[in-house]
């Protein structure tokens, strides 16, 4: 190899970067020692920038395009070599290409509880998480307020700040919103916009911007969301107190009904020792058969009937039940009278108490008025 060829491989001619990571934010082109010769091509391709960065100060950004590195081109770098009639020699310059694409579907969320006070439960605690994506506005500023000397800077280097913030402006926004609880999901969307516009504020002096954010959930602590479902279920029931006088109707309509049961069966027991009793009588032939000599000779009782109990409707609320003895009493003493309403069980609705055959005696029975004095 000649020493012209060893010459002109010292010297760069060609830069450009060429990203497949999708989380490198900014890329140092490595020389190896190398110069960069005058005259060289810069390559920055669409969602790129390249900055160079001349001992330690920032010189030139380039935006999208073909470049021929000549003193036209790199102003600020002439100004700072004092290149005023041009230069012909290599320079070192160091150059780092910045991404300027979108990083989509970065992840945030709130790792304490955010207390607000909501107008319907007061004091509260809410979780939130949701998405949000980032984008380099200002490569210079970027380079410097961020990256510094960092070779090669991921996503993954700035989220967790980034984070901060969006939860901090969060907090602040929600707490202050006055939406209530119930509302703030019909609501994420101008949440998303306050948080995301408070957020580009703080975030700018970082050459930074969030062009999209979302708030995918927000939620209540175990014990809210239990109490909150306990209320929606009594919403559903609607009346409370003809909710438990219809549970209260059914359940004496399954107790009734058992004991009706109870008593078929009974008196088909007593059906079936009658009938065992007539075949142990001897017949025209002789004794009984030995089978049915062996059935007892007595039939038990039926068990008695089930006496019937009713319910009193007194000031929108409920009292019973009654036996027909209790409500006479307290017909003789006037609580009960012939407008009463009453219940029982099998009845369809509340009737009154004249409207009764089983309760209108009840009122034939009693002395007429007394006559007037004198």
């Not at 989380?23 to 900055?51: C, N, P, S």
């Not at 438990?244 to 020792?273: D, I, K, L, P, T």
């Amino acid at each position: 190899m000649g020493i012209l060829d060893f010459l002109s491989g010292q010297f760069i001619d060609v830069i450009h970067w060429t990203d497949d990571t999708r989380d490198t934010m900014v890329w140092r082109f490595e020389r190896e020692g190398h110069e960069i010769k005058y005259g060289a091509k810069l390559t920055v391709r669409e969602g790129q920038a390249a900055v160079f960065v001349h001992e330690g100060q920032l010189a030139d950004v380039f935006k999208p395009g073909l470049y021929m590195l000549e003193t036209n081109n790199m102003p600020l770098l002439t100004s700072l070599q004092h290149w005023d009639h041009g230069f012909k020699s290599p320079f070192k310059s160091e150059v780092y290409f910045v991404s300027t694409t979108r990083f989509t579907d970065l992840k945030w969320g709130t790792k304490n509880p955010i207390p607000c006070r909501d107008p319907e439960f007061g004091p509260v605690r809410l979780r939130a998480y949701g998405t949000y994506s980032v984008r380099v506005t200002d490569p210079g500023k970027f380079l410097t307020e961020i990256v510094g000397t960092d070779g090669e800077f991921t996503m993954d280097e700035i989220s967790m700040q980034i984070r901060n913030v969006i939860v901090q402006s969060f907090s602040r926004i929600v707490a202050g919103s006055g939406i209530p609880v119930l509302d703030m999901a019909a609501n994420t969307d101008e949440l998303g916009k306050l948080v995301a516009s408070e957020i580009t504020k703080t975030i700018a002096e970082y050459g930074l911007e969030i062009p999209e954010f979302y708030v995918e959930n927000i939620s209540l602590p175990p014990a809210v969301e239990e109490a909150l479902d306990k209320r929606t279920s009594m919403g559903i029931v609607g009346d409370l107190n003809k909710y438990m006088q219809f549970n209260a109707a059914e359940a004496m309509g399954a107790e009734n009904s058992a004991m009706a049961s109870s008593m078929g069966a009974g008196m088909g027991a007593a059906m079936g020792m009658g009938m065992a009793g007539q075949m142990a009588q001897p017949g025209p032939w002789g004794a009984a058969p030995a089978a049915a000599a062996q059935q007892p000779a007595a039939a038990a009782p039926p068990p008695p009937p089930v006496e019937k109990v009713w319910h009193i409707a007194e000031n929108g609320a409920t009292k019973g039940p009654f036996s027909r003895a209790t409500m006479g009493q307290m017909a003789a003493a006037g609580s009960l009278t012939r407008e009463t309403l009453v219940w029982t069980a099998g009845q369809d609705g509340w009737l009154k108490a004249d409207d009764l055959d089983e309760l209108a005696t009840l009122f034939t029975v009693l002395p007429p008025p007394p006559p007037p004095a004198g």
